[in-house]
């Protein structure tokens, strides 16, 4: 989601460092001057890194990195060597992550005039009622509004028909009466089921690649079994799944 270029070798050639927020890293690939570049070396970042920023932050002449993480409620410097290579990085925790509030983007300049570096933050802010905060990644296409993509709504729509004429089938076999009722709930039912199902696969932290990612993980691997938001008292519960 980030591209920046710099001399990260002091070689007097053009390097480039980009996120990637799907792969929760950083991406550097040391120029050649030909307009080609050497393999890119990966540096690790908590999840769903969105922007990436290049600036000397301690003053030795060398470029450093700064990365916001989307979804990792932080911001991550990682100081730079002057051969190419870089430190591991050091994490800053936002101090909005309990609100929900996520670092989207990051700028560097001397915003006080003493000569240092400084950050400049954007945040997002994401409430994702009842389920818990969560983003959706861009791996599902293009967004309505920039936040939910479009297959979402289509897909829970035919997972639910689909579910809800299964039911139906059922309890019309059985002979059960209040068939709509009861069809309701069992289709409900099924699309549960199919919903956690679905989530490991689209959404473990185990997983290489993401199709959303939840600020605050929990014990379903990885997610949170759901909670009503609260910006100041969270109970757990188990609302959001049953809703």
């Known amino acids: 989601m980030s591209v920046v270029s710099s001399d990260f070798n002091r070689d007097g050639k053009p390097d480039l460092v980009f996120a990637n927020y799907a792969g929760a890293s950083v991406s550097v690939l040391l120029g050649r001057g030909d307009g080609t570049f050497d393999a890119e070396t990966l540096y690790s970042i908590k999840s769903a890194p969105s922007s990436v920023a290049v600036a000397d932050l301690n003053g030795d002449g060398t470029p450093d990195l700064v990365v916001a993480s989307y979804g990792g409620s932080q911001v991550s410097v990682l100081l730079g060597a002057g051969d190419g290579t870089f430190k591991q990085p ?9 609100n929900n509030i996520e670092p989207y ?3 560097v300049g001397d915003f006080n005039g003493d000569g240092k570096a400084d950050l400049a933050v954007t945040n997002y802010s994401s409430t994702g009622f009842p389920f818990g905060a969560y983003a959706y990644t861009n791996l599902l296409g293009n967004k309505i509004l920039g936040y939910v993509p479009y297959s ?26 209040r ?22 696969a689209m959404a473990s932290e185990s997983l290489p690649i993401h199709f959303w990612i939840w600020y605050k993980p929990g014990p379903y691997f990885g997610m949170p079994r759901g909670r009503w938001q609260s910006p100041r008292r969270p109970p757990p519960s188990r609302s959001g799944w049953l809703c």
């Open 90 to 98: 050091v994490s800053y925790v936002s101090y909005a992550a309990s």
């Open 105 to 107: 983007a990051v700028a």
């Open 152 to 177: 979402i709504p289509l897909s829970w729509f035919y997972m639910g028909f689909a579910s809800y004429l299964l039911a139906c089938l059922i309890v019309k076999r059985l002979g059960w009466r």
């Open 179 to 200: 068939a709509t009722l009861w069809s309701l709930l069992l289709g409900g039912y099924f699309l549960t089921v199919w919903d956690l199902s679905l989530d490991p």
